[in-house]
């Protein structure tokens, strides 16, 4: 009984000085948003003066009490929680008032890879982050809906609810290469972001040789992957010699689709190709085995 | 007699400046007497090389109708901006291989100090006596030469464009490429540790690759961390294979409980061109004994390549990369023409070598 006796006391002790921190004259409004405008009535008479602290801003009025106090929609852009005092002179009284951000109005958009092979499961990542007009992250559930297209076809997600302020998803790459536009909307707001499809490692490399009086020219076929996709230009195919003076290698980018190259040739030799992890045909010529 | 202190005095005055003149003629390089020895008369040659004093050099020829001066010169202080233009010679190391009463084959291993560190070049001489004086032989090049023609390349280049640092949080950057390192061993050498292994691009852009090590001892702290420095490819193109190796001298292997390997990759503006094949690979065993991997190098593009590295990767007969060596090629590499090459292999690795790769590393000075 004495604790609880002891806990009331000093429960009432706070009560009291929370009170008595309130100033009289500061009546605000119970639900304030993000850039509304604000008006605060107060009591009393003589000069006084105002403070407004709040997130990353900080304000001075001079006062006369009694009369209303004007805070602008620019004064409470920033989400928060808010810091007003008064004073008389010496004597100050302060309260706190929490600003809450106004609806959604603009998108950050995160498509995560920016290049990715084709046929590749739940393989982009696409994070929207919703903000108001003032760029305060809206806590509060808006809905946000996705769409992906690309040259074939395009497809939407049935909207989904912001969690925190965050709404996510993630995509299948397609079967087909080139890009694929990824949208993210909210309401009016919306921002598109590209994700580059790519063929994936190349499939069924094969090589042919031509034999042109002492030199050999080599030449693949268009390098696809194996749904058809051309394998980008750039990508190294190694073509590989074998022969009595030794190994001859050369690694040539693929150009317009194939990869050429060539070889002195000075009789029986064997050839092979390979592009990464890929191996292509073996070829003999000149009755090598 | 008269003064004899005094004539005695001149008389070893005379003597003493006489004997100075004739070793100081002869520091720098006036013959005063005929070359008893084959190794004089090579060291005259390349004391004239380093001065560059081609006439000179020159003179120390046995065949000078036969050798054009400017490929003696091309030959010596080399062109086309090659890594030999940049080089100093610092020192000739001249022994005798046999030697008869009127020829003889002498080694000279020439020590060039370049711009990317110390090579060495050595070339056997034939020498044949000319009255009392020996005379280089000098080898007349074959170079091949590539008729003129107009070679079409098609040019294929990716450019990156960065929004800069005053791009918006959020908006969408460039992905850098994916690269794996595909293979690490650490070996022990005599004098240090070697960590090496291969890096592939998997990307379908160019990657700019530097591979780190860190080594973490006993306690699970990193004590040492070392790059790749020059001993990799650092411009990968897409699905390309470099080696890598990273050395740390003064250490045992056994100081070493776990390798953290770390791969830093950029996307990076690059050409595909010029494509360079290197030609019949072979390992062999050079005049001195060593095991060398030699081949040829041949741009195949029609742009002068002036700087050009070799990396050679050995594996074992698991396929394991047990030996990474790199050397650079002095000489600039010529549209369509052949330029030989050979890099070191250590002998006790060159026995286990059943398989090897060499890549090629380039410069062009007329590249951005």
């Not at chain 1, 002179?89 to 106004?102: E, H, N």
């Not at chain 1, 994936?200 to 058809?228: F, I, M, W, Y």
């Not at chain 2, 008869?100 to 110390?118: E, I, K, P």
């Not at chain 2, 170079?143 to 390349?153: D, E, R, T």
Request: charged residues 20%; aromatic residues 6%.
């Amino acid at each position: 009984m004495r604790v609880i006796g002891i806990l009331f006391f000093l429960c009432s002790v706070f009560a009291i000085l929370s009170q008595a921190q309130t100033p009289p004259g500061l009546r605000l409004p119970a639900n304030i948003v993000a850039g509304e405008a604000v008006t605060i009535p107060s009591s009393g008479s003589g000069s006084e003066t105002f403070y407004l602290i709040g997130p990353g801003r900080a304000a001075k009025r001079n006062i006369q009490a009694g009369e209303n106090i004007q805070l602008s929609s620019a004064d409470l852009g920033a989400a928060g929680t808010y810091q007003a005092i008064i004073c008389s002179g010496d004597d100050c009284a302060s309260t706190s008032f929490y600003v809450a951000p106004d609806r959604g109005k603009e998108l950050v958009f995160l498509v995560h890879p920016s290049r990715i092979a084709v046929g590749q499961p739940n393989a982009i990542s696409a994070v929207t982050v919703v903000l108001d007009r003032f760029h305060n992250l809206v806590v509060q559930p808006e809905a946000v809906t996705f769409r992906a297209t690309s040259k074939e076809n395009g497809i939407s997600s049935p909207p989904q609810m912001t969690r925190n302020g965050v709404a996510w998803t993630r995509l299948n790459s397609g079967t087909k290469d080139g890009t694929v536009e990824i949208n993210a909307s909210l309401g009016q707001a919306s921002e598109r972001r590209v994700v580059q499809q790519v063929a994936a490692e190349p499939c069924h490399l094969h090589v042919s040789a031509e034999q042109k009086g002492n030199r050999v020219v080599l030449q693949t076929e268009p390098v696809r992957d194996c749904r058809g996709n051309a394998v980008p230009d750039g990508t190294i195919v190694t073509f590989t010699k074998t022969d009595k003076l030794g190994r001859s290698t050369v690694d040539a980018p693929i150009k317009k689709g194939v990869a050429r190259t060539e070889m002195a040739f000075g009789g029986p030799a064997m050839i092979s190709v390979a592009c990464g992890v890929v191996l292509g045909n073996d070829i003999q010529m000149g009755g090598a085995r | 007699m008269k003064y004899p202190l005094a004539l005695t005095l001149f008389a070893v005055t005379l003597v003493l400046v006489a004997l100075g003149w004739l070793n100081s003629a002869k520091a720098s390089g006036v013959i005063l007497h005929p070359q008893a020895t084959p190794e004089e008369s090579v060291q005259t040659l390349f004391r004239a090389v380093r001065e560059r004093n081609w006439p000179k050099a020159q003179s120390q020829l046995a065949n000078p109708g036969q050798v054009d001066n400017s490929a003696f010169i091309y030959d010596l202080a080399g062109g086309d901006g090659s890594l030999r233009t940049y080089s100093t010679l610092e020192g000739v190391e001249v022994s005798v291989v046999h030697q008869n009463a009127d020829d003889a084959l002498v080694r000279a291993r020439m020590n060039w100090s370049t711009a990317v560190g110390s090579v060495s070049d050595t070339r056997d001489l034939k020498m044949v006596r000319e009255g009392d004086d020996w005379k280089v032989v000098w080898p007349v090049s074959q170079v091949l030469k590539v008729p003129a023609q107009v070679m079409s390349v098609n040019y294929l280049r990716w450019d990156v464009v960065n929004r800069g640092p005053e791009g918006d949080w959020g908006t969408a950057s460039i992905d850098p490429p994916k690269v794996r390192i595909i293979s690490m061993n650490a070996v022990e050498r005599p004098d240090s540790v070697i960590v090496m292994g291969e890096v592939v691009n998997e990307d379908t852009i160019p990657a700019y690759v530097t591979v780190n090590a860190a080594l973490i001892d006993s306690n699970g702290a990193e004590f040492r961390e070392e790059g790749s420095f020059d001993k990799v490819s650092h411009v990968l193109l897409p699905s390309q294979v470099t080696p890598y190796r990273i050395d740390f001298p003064r250490l045992r292997l056994n100081q070493v409980k776990q390798v953290r390997m770390d791969a830093k990759v950029a996307a990076i503006p690059a050409s595909a061109d010029p494509v360079i094949g290197v030609m019949n690979q072979r390992m062999e065993t050079d005049a001195l004994g060593k095991k060398l991997l030699a081949g040829d190098l041949v741009n195949q593009s029609g742009q002068t390549v002036n700087i050009a590295q070799v990396l050679a990767t050995c594996y074992d007969d698991n396929g394991k990369v047990i030996w990474v060596s790199d050397g650079y090629i002095d000489r600039a590499l010529l549209p369509m023409t052949p330029q030989a090459f050979a890099v070191d292999l250590p002998p006790d690795v060159a026995s286990h070598v059943q398989r090897f790769r060499v890549s090629v590393n380039h410069y062009t000075r007329s590249a951005s």
